[in-house]
């Protein structure tokens, strides 16, 4: 049974409460803080490395298959379970893995890769800031570290106040995101020429489904943390198809002027990218604007996991934890983890979709769009998850083939609804209640 006492207090931002229906906005609203999230210098640098193999109009096929067939329709699911159930994910969770293994597994996590996220962005951003004032960030750390220390609190500040202050900020950085897309295209024209651009064609050095597989990865946890912002939207069907479109609308021409700004200057180095076509002070100062935007999400999505790991629903309480990670992500940009970039984006590729694969599959196949705060650890899911992330591996790094955190996603799902229904005839319990339940009314109808 739904436990009452998570749904006291709902309209205060509480990190375990459902948000009631009367505090829920237009589709609009959400899909600006997607589009937001989108707005993120990783994209930018995915886009630039993808120019190494692949031209524009190669390059445009990549993206439609990525984001509008496969990133689109994981946002469009995960977003409508938080929008049905007002809660956030790792919360979500807990029907399907127990509360137990919620806080301790998907909670930390949700944490631990969102907090890595917002790390590498708030490295890159103190780059760009000490390019800005003439700073050589590879050999002046102590200038570079005191700027990213003052840009990691300010990028943290909306998302520790809570998700209104949130949306607002992302309503001015979005527009400024728009300006940083004209500014790119057009000192790329400038500097490199349209002929240029238009004719680049170099030779693979990765195939057409490795590049896909890169770009969901770098998008893939939002199949997961989707719900803590859906959350607030209306749970129709239509609503949550249309969320998407923050991403996918932000995200489609900002690989293209990533990817663009790289032709000829042979760096996926945004920084690097962007001081060597000439950009001014107002390009820096909007790609640090811009950057704020995906650092409120993945700072916000840190505190609830953060909050939920240790049984914290005060807005409070969330307020402290999300400052307290935020501290510790700032010392984690400072260890200098932009060095391991591209070996970040695959392990998120590899651990999300397992655990979204099984979320999925309870709330649509097995609980019928129910809520449920199960107690305990549900060990199908930890197997499911297992497989799943070692599908995943497998078809990354021993054998690649086809695109590892689709198949990641499909295999989990799977395995946790064979593994429920064998569990529901062999050891029943409270996670397997309802399976029984559901045979039971199906053999009395027919009887």
Known sequence: MEDVSLRKGGSKD????????????HWISPAIIFGGLEFTIPVLMVGASLMGSFGLGKLFWILVVALFVFQWTG?????????????SSSVIARTSFGSVQARLIVGLTIFIVSMGWWALQTAVTGNAIAAMFHIDYKTQWLSWALITVIAGLLFALPSIIGYSSMKWTDYLAVPAGLLLIAGGIFYALKNIGWEKISSWNPEPQMTFLAAVSLVIGLN????VIASDYTRYAK????????IPIGIVGVGFPLFYVGAIMAIGVGDADIVQVMMNLGFPLWGFLILWLATWTSQLVNNYSMGLALANMLNVNSNKGRALLTLAGTLVSIVIALAGILDYFMDFLYMTALIYPAIGGIMMADFFFIRKQQWVDHKGWNW??????VFGTLVGYYTQYVHAFGLPAVQSIIASAIVYYVAMKIKANVAPDHFTQIINENRSAQAERVI
Not at 14 to 25: C, D, G, H, T, W
Request: hydrophobic share 45%; aromatic share 4%.
């Open 75 to 87: 946002n469009a699911i995960q977003g409508y379970i938080g929008a049905k159930t007002g809660r």
């Open 14 to 25: 509480e990190a375990l409460s459902a948000v009631p229906l009367n505090e829920r906005q």
């Open 220 to 223: 893939v946890s939002q199949w």
């Open 380 to 385: 199908m899911a930890t197997i499911a998850m």
């Open 235 to 242: 749970p129709s069907v239509k609503d949550n198809i249309l």
